[in-house]
């Protein structure tokens, strides 16, 4: 899948303020929507949706690796933060009703998506991180109508 967008993070803030411009762009949308996240190990993908997740008002964010997944509810908005990395087999994310989770309004961000395959929704948007010392590298792709909707915002604000 070719690269759509390319941006370039030189610190933890810029990537913070990334997630802030996203997480303000899924209000233009009114699917739902699926984020996988992607990266080695302290890529940034969970500081990235600990900012994206906070741009709604959950101040405490907790790591998902061993509940698997912790979602962040109130009135406007449902967003489900999933860490795969410890799963073993993906039927475990069927009894913890991730099926509920494609209507509308409800937000999916996933860590280690791979490891769920066949039970996790496919991506409307990827977002790849790479980088060295405190710079990241964010090559985003979109996979949906829905994703480039994403994009087309974040591209036009970035
Ligand atoms: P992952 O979830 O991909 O394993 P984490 O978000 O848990 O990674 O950890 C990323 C680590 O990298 C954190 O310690 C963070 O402070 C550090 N870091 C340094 N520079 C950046 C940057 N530009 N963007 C995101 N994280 C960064
Ligand atoms: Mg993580």
Same mark, same amino acid.
């Given at each position: 899948m070719a690269v759509i967008l390319k941006i370039?993070?030189?610190?933890?803030?810029?990537? $913070?303020?990334?997630?802030?411009? %996203?997480?303000?762009?899924?209000? =233009?949308?009114?699917?739902a929507l699926v984020i996988y996240l992607e990266g080695d190990l302290g890529a940034g993908k969970s500081t990235l949706a600990r900012s994206f997740i906070q741009t709604f008002g959950f101040d405490r964010? $907790?790591?998902?690796?061993?509940? %698997?997944?912790?979602?962040?509810? =109130?009135?406007?908005?449902?967003?489900?933060?999933?860490?795969?990395?410890?799963?073993?087999?993906?039927e475990e994310l069927e009894y913890i009703g991730i099926r509920e989770y494609s209507a509308p309004g409800h937000i999916q961000l996933i860590e280690w998506a791979e490891l769920g395959h066949g039970a996790i929704e496919p991506a409307d948007m990827v977002i790849n991180i790479t980088g060295i010392d405190?710079?990241?590298?964010?090559?985003?792709?979109?996979?949906s109508n829905t994703g480039e909707q994403l994009l087309a915002c974040v591209n036009s604000s970035h």
């Open positions: 370039t993070c030189n610190n933890e803030t810029h990537t $913070k303020d990334f997630a802030k411009l %996203l997480a303000h762009c899924t209000s =233009n949308i009114d699917q964010v $907790k790591s998902p690796t061993y509940a %698997l997944v912790e979602s962040y509810v =109130n009135e406007k908005i449902s967003i489900h933060h999933f860490d795969c990395y410890r799963l073993s087999d993906p405190e710079a990241r590298t964010l090559a985003i792709t979109t996979h």
